[in-house]
């Protein structure tokens, strides 16, 4: 059974930091179809980091542009978002998902068709 999971997310103090895990499982992981989306309360769900073409060009958010990076491990088939200099407002239910390259690949909730339960982070002091 095809399934993707998050892992890593947990409460951390303003300028920390956090690495997500995104674990794919009954399928080979594609790096070039995963974003990874945040919801926090009260809030539509939004595109944090999408890998947009298979050359590996990346949108960032502008909230996290320069603080977050993604990585992968192909032996794990896992993915990485790694959050450095964490802010209260990073703080969120943390989704990651893929899509099919032939919906195009905006970074928005629309393009991406499978996707995992989602992990909290909450950056507090």
């Known amino acids: 059974q095809a399934q993707l999971v998050e892992s890593g997310g947990g409460l951390v103090q303003p300028g920390g930091s956090l690495r997500l895990a995104c674990a794919a499982s009954?399928?080979?992981?594609?790096?070039?179809?995963i974003g990874w989306f945040r919801q926090a309360p009260g809030k539509e769900r939004e595109g944090v980091l999408c890998?947009?073409?298979?050359?590996?060009?990346?949108y960032y958010a502008d909230s996290v542009k320069g603080r977050f990076t993604i990585s992968e491990d192909n032996a794990k088939n896992t993915v990485y978002l790694q959050m450095n200099s964490l802010k209260p407002e990073d703080t969120a239910v943390y989704y990651c998902?893929?899509?099919?390259?032939?919906?195009?690949?905006?970074?928005?909730?629309?393009?991406?068709?499978?996707w995992g339960q989602g992990t909290q982070v909450t950056v507090s002091s």
């Open positions: 009954g399928f080979t992981l594609d790096y070039y179809t």
């Open positions: 890998i947009t073409d298979s050359d590996g060009s990346t």
């Open positions: 998902a893929t899509r099919n390259p032939l919906a195009g690949n905006s970074c928005t909730r629309e393009t991406y068709d499978y």
